[in-house]
């Protein structure tokens, strides 16, 4: 039933996702190096072709989403931190507008552009007051958390070192396993992030877990998805938990509103115009939950 749900998920690009986090906590790092190929069905060409089909995939309508994120640490207290976000498709892919801290003197404002030539722009009233500028893709979206414009782009299902590893079973579906290698340019990045492990589920294409490894072959963070929420006759994400691995601090993002079938203006999501404050779709246009 939990999965026949994703079939009508319009909104399954807003991050490639797993359902278990917490089994994860007695696995080792290291990445497991099942063998399945003897029992997938799937060949080159299929996988290309499904791969596709999920890049290319995107809401219908503009939408609106108002959340938190909850920074918990390991050890400590949870802190929670407003935000708003704008999503549509533009010419070169699946484009977001995200506000944290709206209206407060420590706000961000990022636009996450993917694509085979992914952008993120960032603003912010005290360090840069006038116009936006580019930054790297795995910079966090606020200090301390885990979530990331890489997590949103997803950059590399446009990749081309694609490898396919086989079946597995996850949560108890049946989930063909990628392996996206990354390329030489990415690898200059200051990161240590060299390959995505990312499965999809064999009967809705769904994404169900994916893992960043790195050069060393640890599994550097796990992103999972929590609860669905259905809204306005849609089943979209709820809670998302991204975990680094390595300090098992985690960042939950935590859907809490939506508007969906919005009419926005291409100006929300042009670069020069993130100095500019949004308008949040009126009252009677949000599911409050």
Do not use: C
Request: cysteine-free; glycine content about 6%; proline content about 7%.
């Amino acid at each position: 039933m939990y999965f026949s749900r994703l079939v009508s998920l319009n909104l399954i690009r807003l991050y490639v996702l797993a359902f278990s986090l917490s089994f994860f906590a007695y696995l080792p790092s290291e990445v497991r190096a099942e063998d399945y190929s003897a029992s997938t069905a799937l060949d080159e060409s299929s996988a290309r072709a499904l791969i596709k089909k999920f890049r290319d995939a995107s809401p219908s309508t503009a939408y609106y989403l108002e959340f938190t994120l909850n920074q918990i640490p390991r050890h400590g207290d949870t802190t929670r931190i407003p935000g708003h976000l704008w999503a549509t498709r533009n010419e070169r892919g699946n484009v977001w507008r995200i506000e944290i801290n709206p209206g407060k003197p420590n706000e961000r404002r990022f636009l996450v552009q993917n694509g085979v030539d992914p952008a993120v722009w960032y603003w912010d009233p005290k360090g840069m007051a006038q116009t936006a500028q580019k930054i790297g893709l795995m910079t966090p979206l606020f200090p301390g958390s885990e979530a990331s414009a890489f997590d949103l782009q997803m950059p590399y299902l446009y990749w081309s070192d694609i490898k396919i590893l086989g079946l597995s079973r996850m949560r108890g579906r049946p989930s063909y396993q990628f392996l996206f290698k990354a390329p030489i340019d990415f690898n200059s990045f200051p990161t240590q992030v060299s390959a995505v492990r990312a499965y999809l589920d064999t009967q809705y294409n769904a994404p169900v877990q994916t893992e960043l490894i790195s050069n060393t072959g640890k599994i550097l963070k796990t992103l999972t998805l929590g609860d669905l929420k259905k809204v306005q006759g849609q089943w979209i994400p709820k809670t998302v938990d991204i975990r680094n691995e390595n300090t098992r601090n985690k960042t939950q993002f935590e859907v809490i509103s939506a508007a969906l079938s919005l009419d926005l203006s291409p100006w929300v999501f042009n670069p020069g115009d993130l100095n500019g404050p949004t308008q949040v779709p009126v009252e009677s246009e949000i599911t409050r939950f």
